[in-house]
């Protein structure tokens, strides 16, 4: 009797270790498919993400961040600002525009990267004489004086030149005009070239920082004495 109990016994407790065992199994298994399921949204998450942001980032909105002092006091070093990179693709620039642009011209390739306002657009002649700037075009062969009131600081060299623009070349200039190196000077030779429709970015739709400066279109002008 002793010795059938133990068999008994000993039965049920393999019994029990087996179901023991596939239950342990079980859960591992389950364990596993959970874990590759999350793993699996994780990536597909990122793959869509980057389908995504990375088309943006491309062609349509980027950051940038104002480097130095050439547009003072429209915007300041730091400035941290979304560039809109679609809308030149359907509209022209405008007078006014300030814009990114990417430009390597001799003397400083290491900085690609530009922001200035738009001053003369295509088939304009542009005058300059001191702090005056003249625009001379078909609808005004007689020239008309530029209103630039985000210009304050006007002690800067009495510089004159005149440029005549092509059909696709714009003439850009920084509002800090003592500390820009812009269209004036940007040649290789040191003198005055004019910027070429390709090489423009985009223009800045938001401000986002400094926060006391958050604004929509930042430096936009339009009120020119034409």
Same mark, same amino acid.
Request: charged residues 25%.
């Given at each position: 009797?002793?010795?059938s109990?133990t068999?008994?016994?000993n039965i049920?407790?393999?019994?029990?270790?087996? +179901?023991? @065992?596939?239950? #342990? /199994?079980?859960?591992?298994?389950?364990?596993?498919?959970?874990?590759?399921?999350? *793993?699996? !949204?994780?990536?597909?998450?990122?793959?869509?993400?980057?389908?995504?942001?990375?088309?943006?980032?491309?062609?349509?909105?980027?950051?940038?961040i104002?480097?130095?002092?050439s547009?003072?006091?429209?915007f300041?070093?730091?400035?941290?600002l979304i560039?809109?990179?679609?809308s030149?693709?359907?509209?022209?620039?405008?007078?006014?525009?300030?814009?990114?642009l990417?430009?390597e011209?001799?003397?400083?390739?290491?900085?690609?990267?530009?922001?200035?306002?738009i001053?003369?657009?295509?088939?304009e002649t542009v005058?300059?004489?001191? +702090?005056? @700037?003249?625009? #001379? /075009?078909?609808?005004?062969?007689?020239?008309?004086v530029?209103n630039e009131?985000? *210009?304050? !600081?006007k002690?800067?060299?009495?510089?004159?030149l005149?440029?005549?623009?092509?059909?696709k070349?714009?003439?850009?200039?920084?509002?800090?005009?003592?500390?820009?190196?812009?269209?004036?000077?940007?040649?290789?030779?040191?003198?005055a070239?004019?910027?070429?429709?390709?090489?423009?970015?985009?223009?800045?739709i938001?401000?986002?920082f400094p926060?006391?400066?958050?604004?929509?279109?930042?430096?936009?002008?339009?009120?020119?004495?034409?």
């Amino acid at each position: 009797q002793i010795i059938s109990n133990t068999i008994i016994i000993n039965i049920y407790s393999m019994d029990e270790k087996n +179901n023991s @065992t596939g239950q #342990k /199994n079980s859960e591992s298994k389950s364990f596993v498919q959970k874990a590759w399921s999350s *793993i699996r !949204e994780v990536v597909e998450f990122a793959i869509i993400a980057l389908i995504i942001i990375v088309p943006l980032r491309m062609y349509v909105a980027q950051p940038f961040i104002v480097n130095g002092e050439s547009m003072d006091p429209t915007f300041k070093d730091r400035d941290y600002l979304i560039v809109d990179e679609l809308s030149y693709r359907f509209e022209k620039p405008s007078r006014g525009d300030v814009i990114i642009l990417k430009y390597e011209y001799g003397y400083e390739t290491s900085k690609p990267y530009f922001i200035k306002r738009i001053v003369g657009l295509p088939g304009e002649t542009v005058l300059i004489n001191g +702090n005056v @700037t003249t625009i #001379k /075009n078909n609808a005004r062969p007689e020239g008309f004086v530029l209103n630039e009131p985000y *210009i304050i !600081e006007k002690n800067y060299p009495n510089q004159q030149l005149t440029i005549a623009l092509s059909e696709k070349e714009y003439f850009v200039m920084g509002d800090n005009r003592s500390h820009s190196k812009d269209a004036r000077t940007w040649s290789r030779t040191g003198g005055a070239e004019a910027l070429k429709e390709e090489d423009i970015i985009g223009r800045p739709i938001f401000r986002l920082f400094p926060i006391s400066k958050l604004s929509l279109f930042p430096g936009k002008f339009e009120e020119y004495s034409e």
